[in-house]
Nanobody, 124 residues
Framework: QVQLVESGGGLVQAGESLRLSCAASARTFTSYIVGWFRQAPGKEREFVAAIRKNDGNTYYADSVKGRFTISRDNAKNTVYLQMNSLKPEDTAVYYC?????????????????WGQGTQVTVSS
């Protein structure tokens, strides 16, 4: 089992930054993928970024590439999402999710473990 707890959401103005954290309980599992997804009202859940825990390889949606950075601290079993130059269209509930293995997926239904979500609101 993997338990995920997100933190760091909030209300910011366009152009500002936020850092989200995802703390995972699965200390004994070295090979898994952590992804960030987001869901805005009335829209489907969409992929934002992912990182492979063992080698740190990262993957991004085109809409956030160059603005968001995903990173990990294996000692703390935590994954971060640094979000810069935020836009109103980034407003959503952000979720972290985990799946075991080495294959990175951009499909939310391939992630078995999910956090509770954290709200990010960007005002114009």
């Amino acid at each position: 089992q993997v338990q995920l707890v997100e933190s760091g959401g909030g209300l910011v103005q366009a152009g500002e930054s936020l850092r989200l954290s995802c703390a995972a309980s699965a200390r004994t599992f070295t090979s898994y993928i952590v992804g960030w997804f987001r869901q805005a009202p009335g829209k489907e859940r969409e992929f934002v970024a992912a990182i492979r825990k063992n080698d740190g390889n990262t993957y991004y949606a085109d809409s956030v590439k160059g603005r968001f950075t995903i990173s990990r601290d294996n000692a703390k079993n935590t994954v971060y999402l640094q979000m810069n130059s935020l836009k109103p269209e980034d407003t959503a509930v952000y979720y972290c999710a985990a799946r075991f293995g080495v294959a990175v997926s951009r499909q939310h239904y391939e992630y078995a473990y999910w956090g509770q979500g954290t709200q990010v609101t960007v005002s114009s």
